[in-house]
């Protein structure tokens, strides 16, 4: 049986993120079955006992991560096989998606979450990407993460390969796995409506999910972007941006988790605030996509309004990593030099970005998030005992500037040690990491795509 009471003791820091953004100095937290029940100076909680003492006099303490857009299915079998200068690899990304089987997808999932829990990451929003929850359902339960899963549905055609349904299909689809998943595993499975886009899916449809998801109390994401071609194609259907469609059709509000939003301009950014909406930016695949963050890019003016920003690492071949430390660094660093003023995204709004901001806008905010009497148990343990993490003056600039997932030394999901220790316990990685390997050499015969390996000769 796990131990169903812990308490951390002597932490170096504890970064809290709380309301009144506390680090406590030699602090101590107490979790009670699966809720932090107190939290404060070692010397206060010296009478707190527990089943398990963890040690943390090395140790820095974090809320959990939480990643607002990772599509976690077909990408690690396949993971850096798209040269630099391929272009938009999306045509491929789908097919490549489309083509995976029940036991490949349960053993990329299983891969992809143990590389997000091992870089301190509590809680995913996988886009609609999983094919075959049942099967995936057993790695979320034993890696012990929380999830939120959606079925992704389009009922219009797109330039790459995406599941399309007539409308009334795409809608039964959705409200049945909206009301076969939400909750499940003591509820760390949330279900949300998952259409691809505005472009994908009709107005009928979007308000349709919409409406779904209030009537159950639950969420809905999309893609979504903008720019001035984007402007000029939504004038013409009588919109005068994506943004205000979507509003114009009752989709916006707090329910709804906007992807990416490269493109908007101010009066989006009215909207999206002025709507309560929430909204995910992936700064890593941002970058390495050539996206153009610094004419693009918005997410001070967001964070600026009160938007519930979260952090994504979008898919292992877009960003390539999952480290929501790396995304946070990102953030930080885009828009300083993007703008060339360094008092854009201060570490302190990074890390904010990647635990508060992004819980909330996963509508989580009440619930975890922060370190607090009362919140869900999601915590990070980092091990300061490795030269990027010294000398500590700031924890939070050491956190976000210098350090990685790599100084995860535990991580505590829901009032459950999954991370003890730099130890897993949950897969056999070396097997894991040959399956997975097996998979992708299987997956680029049966679809035929495939690129040379290297720019340079591989002998
Ligand atoms: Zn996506």
């Not at 409506?193 to 009928?204: L, Q, R, V």
């Not at 999952?322 to 060339?340: E, T, V």
């Given at each position: 049986?796990?131990?169903?009471?812990?308490?951390?003791?002597?932490?170096?820091?504890?970064?809290?993120?709380?309301?009144?953004?506390?680090?406590?100095?030699?602090?101590?937290?107490?979790?009670?079955?699966?809720?932090?029940?107190?939290?404060?100076?070692?010397?206060?909680?010296?009478?707190?006992?527990?089943?398990?003492?963890?040690?943390?006099?090395?140790?820095?303490?974090?809320?959990?991560?939480?990643?607002?857009?990772?599509?976690?299915?077909?990408?690690?079998?396949v993971?850096?096989?798209?040269?630099?200068d391929?272009?938009?690899?999306?045509?491929?990304?789908?097919?490549l998606?489309?083509?995976?089987?029940?036991?490949?997808?349960?053993?990329?999932?299983?891969?992809?979450?143990?590389?997000?829990?091992?870089?301190?990451?509590?809680?995913?929003?996988?886009?609609?990407?999983?094919?075959?929850?049942?099967?995936?359902?057993?790695?979320?339960?034993?890696?012990g993460?929380?999830?939120?899963?959606?079925?992704?549905?389009?009922?219009?055609?797109?330039?790459?390969?995406?599941?399309?349904?007539?409308?009334?299909?795409?809608?039964?689809?959705?409200?049945?796995?909206?009301?076969?998943?939400?909750?499940?595993?003591?509820?760390r499975?949330?279900?949300?409506?998952?259409?691809?886009?505005?472009?994908?899916?009709?107005?009928?449809?979007?308000?349709?999910?919409?409406?779904?998801?209030?009537?159950?109390?639950?969420?809905?994401?999309?893609?979504?972007?903008?720019?001035?071609?984007?402007?000029?194609?939504?004038?013409?259907?009588?919109?005068?941006?994506?943004?205000?469609?979507?509003?114009?059709?009752?989709?916006?509000?707090?329910?709804?988790?906007?992807?990416?939003?490269?493109?908007?301009?101010?009066?989006?950014?009215?909207?999206?605030?002025?709507?309560?909406?929430?909204?995910?930016?992936?700064?890593?695949?941002?970058?390495?996509?050539a996206r153009?963050?610094?004419?693009?890019?918005?997410?001070?003016?967001?964070?600026?309004?009160?938007?519930?920003?979260?952090?994504?690492?979008?898919?292992?071949?877009?960003?390539?990593?999952?480290?929501?430390?790396?995304?946070?660094?990102?953030?930080?660093?885009?828009?300083?030099?993007?703008?060339?003023?360094?008092?854009?995204?201060?570490?302190?709004?990074?890390?904010?970005?990647?635990?508060r901001?992004?819980?909330?806008?996963?509508?989580?905010?009440?619930?975890?998030?922060?370190?607090?009497?009362?919140?869900?148990?999601?915590?990070?343990?980092?091990?300061?005992?490795?030269?990027?993490?010294?000398?500590?003056?700031?924890?939070?600039?050491?956190?976000?500037y210098?350090?990685?997932?790599?100084?995860?030394?535990t991580?505590?999901?829901?009032?459950?040690?999954?991370?003890?220790?730099?130890?897993?316990?949950?897969?056999?990685?070396?097997?894991?990491?040959?399956?997975?390997?097996?998979?992708?050499?299987?997956?680029?015969?049966?679809?035929?795509?495939?690129?040379?390996?290297?720019?340079?000769?591989?002998?």
């Amino acid at each position: 049986m796990p131990p169903t009471s812990i308490k951390i003791e002597h932490a170096r820091y504890v970064i809290t993120v709380d309301d009144q953004r506390r680090i406590i100095r030699d602090g101590s937290v107490l979790v009670e079955r699966g809720r932090i029940t107190r939290v404060g100076r070692a010397a206060e909680l010296a009478d707190a006992r527990a089943d398990r003492i963890i040690d943390a006099r090395d140790l820095v303490v974090t809320p959990g991560f939480f990643n607002g857009h990772m599509h976690i299915s077909y990408a690690h079998p396949v993971r850096g096989i798209f040269p630099d200068d391929v272009g938009s690899p999306l045509k491929h990304v789908f097919a490549l998606q489309m083509a995976m089987t029940e036991e490949e997808e349960y053993h990329a999932t299983l891969l992809g979450l143990l590389e997000l829990v091992r870089s301190g990451t509590v809680c995913l929003l996988d886009p609609g990407s999983t094919k075959f929850p049942d099967a995936c359902l057993q790695a979320y339960e034993a890696a012990g993460i929380r999830v939120i899963l959606g079925e992704c549905v389009t009922d219009r055609d797109a330039p790459f390969p995406l599941p399309k349904y007539p409308t009334a299909e795409a809608a039964a689809r959705t409200t049945a796995f909206l009301d076969k998943w939400n909750g499940r595993l003591d509820g760390r499975v949330r279900a949300w409506a998952m259409p691809f886009s505005p472009e994908t899916c009709s107005a009928e449809l979007l308000q349709v999910l919409h409406r779904a998801t209030e009537e159950r109390g639950t969420g809905l994401t999309l893609h979504h972007g903008s720019g001035d071609q984007a402007r000029r194609d939504y004038q013409a259907r009588g919109a005068k941006n994506p943004t205000e469609y979507l509003e114009g059709l009752g989709v916006l509000g707090p329910r709804t988790l906007l992807a990416h939003a490269l493109g908007i301009d101010d009066s989006e950014i009215d909207c999206i605030a002025r709507t309560g909406t929430a909204v995910t930016m992936c700064p890593v695949t941002a970058a390495k996509g050539a996206r153009g963050v610094g004419a693009h890019g918005r997410m001070p003016e967001l964070v600026g309004r009160g938007v519930r920003v979260a952090l994504g690492c979008d898919s292992p071949n877009n960003s390539n990593h999952l480290d929501m430390i790396r995304a946070m660094n990102m953030a930080a660093i885009q828009y300083k030099d993007a703008r060339q003023d360094m008092s854009q995204i201060p570490a302190e709004t990074a890390l904010e970005l990647g635990t508060r901001l992004g819980a909330a806008a996963m509508g989580l905010g009440d619930e975890t998030g922060v370190i607090a009497p009362g919140r869900r148990a999601d915590l990070v343990l980092f091990d300061t005992q490795r030269p990027e993490w010294q000398a500590i003056w700031n924890p939070v600039n050491n956190l976000v500037y210098n350090a990685d997932g790599r100084s995860v030394h535990t991580v505590v999901i829901d009032g459950r040690v999954v991370i003890d220790g730099y130890r897993q316990t949950f897969v056999d990685e070396r097997r894991l990491y040959g399956t997975v390997q097996e998979i992708g050499e299987r997956l680029q015969e049966r679809t035929g795509i495939a690129f040379p390996t290297s720019r340079w000769p591989i002998i």
